[in-house]
């Protein structure tokens, strides 16, 4: 049985330690197809609510939303802060319950290149001064990136590990106007691309199960991720949850969740034509709360993964 590459497996291999990403999720950070930029609302599929500022003293960054175009951050010593608290809060446990050693900085929530140059450039350096930080994941968008950004992050990736995780979803410009995501095919391809050249490492998201998506559709978008050169992948099940556009679509009767034999399937073949250099960071997703509408065999991450592996396992490979 051949052990699939996995980004887990990568970072050892690299680092000679237990790596574990930190997820952070700074206030004040938004989308450009939520504030109006290019689309309201955010992506179809997208709870907005779930990233907002949950503490007291970061309540006031609710209605505070950076953008490209900020001439200032008043907040940004709020945010730092923030940062700061939240690394310290994770890593501790990351280290005391799984025995990690050294850390990847994750910026999670929003779009973490979607703000003036000065305040990205304090939160991504504050981020790489922490103990055992060997770099940063930044989660972004390609329409939310500058040219002075990516060079300053080429700049960086000359002693430490930077990665940028792009929300690919589909290559088929229908389906990102059917959810809502204010930018083509094209734009994601030039930044990809450009990443790359630029000597960053590129993660790319793929989601499987999109509206009116055949397999076939859904292939060809790996196909293209792969040929832009990612270096590593994140595949997601799409599923509904409650307070999202998507939401009402599949109240109504207009969309339909995809099913866990054709996700199983859509995801081996996803896989078996993945050049070995791309490694895999995640395989499935969902949600074990009242929050999930469908489908329900996204509830449990155990039994999902051990679903996928039985799949995997008959065509010789193991996750």
């Known amino acids: ?34 504030d109006g930029t290019v689309a309201k609302g955010g992506c179809t599929f997208c709870e907005n609510d779930s990233f907002s500022a949950s503490t007291d003293e970061v309540q006031e960054l609710k209605s505070f939303h950076l953008n490209l175009d900020s001439l200032e951050n008043p907040y940004l010593d709020k945010q730092l802060l923030q940062l700061e608290q939240q690394f310290s809060a994770i890593s501790s446990r990351q280290a005391r319950e799984y025995g990690a050693e050294k850390f990847l900085v994750y910026f999670q929530s929003f ?11 304090a939160l991504y350096e504050k ?25 300053y992050l080429a700049e960086l990736s000359k002693k430490s590990e930077i990665w940028l995780e792009f929300g690919i979803q589909s290559v088929y410009d229908e389906t990102l106007i ?26 790319g998201h793929l989601i499987f199960g999109l509206a009116d998506e055949t397999q076939e559709m ?15 992948v994140k595949y997601h099940p799409l599923y509904v949850v409650k307070r999202t556009a998507l939401a009402n679509e599949y109240k109504r009767g207009e969309f339909t969740p995809i099913s866990e034999e054709e996700y199983l399937d859509v995801l081996v073949k996803s ?9 895999v960071q995640r395989i499935t997703a969902g949600l074990d709360d009242d929050s999930l509408l469908a489908p329900a065999w996204c ?18 490979l193991k996750y």
């Not at 699939?4 to 950070?29: D, H, P, R």
């Not at 896989?271 to 490694?279: C, L």
């Not at 509830?299 to 010789?316: D, F, M, P, S, T």
Request: aromatic share 8%; with cysteine; hydrophobic share 35%.
């Open 127 to 151: 981020a790489l001064s922490f103990d055992n930080v060997v770099g940063l994941s930044i989660g972004t968008r390609s329409d939310s990136i500058t040219q002075e950004t990516l060079d």
């Open 178 to 203: 059917k959810i809502n995501r204010g930018h083509d095919s094209a734009n994601v391809k030039e930044w990809i691309i450009k990443s790359k050249k630029a000597g960053i490492n590129v993660c």
């Open 1 to 34: 049985m051949e052990q699939i590459y996995t980004y887990g497996g990568y970072l050892k291999k690299k680092f000679n330690a237990k790596v574990y990403k930190v997820g952070i999720n700074i206030s004040g950070f938004t989308c450009p197809n939520i």
């Open 111 to 121: 779009t973490n290149t979607y703000a003036p140059f000065e305040t990205l450039k």
């Open 299 to 316: 509830r449990n991450k155990n039994i999902q993964v051990k679903n996928i592996n039985k799949a995997l396992k008959k065509v010789g």
């Open 271 to 279: 896989i078996e034509m993945k050049p070995a250099n791309v490694h």
């Open 218 to 232: 859904m292939l060809e978008t790996s196909r293209a991720a792969y040929e832009w050169g990612i270096d590593s």
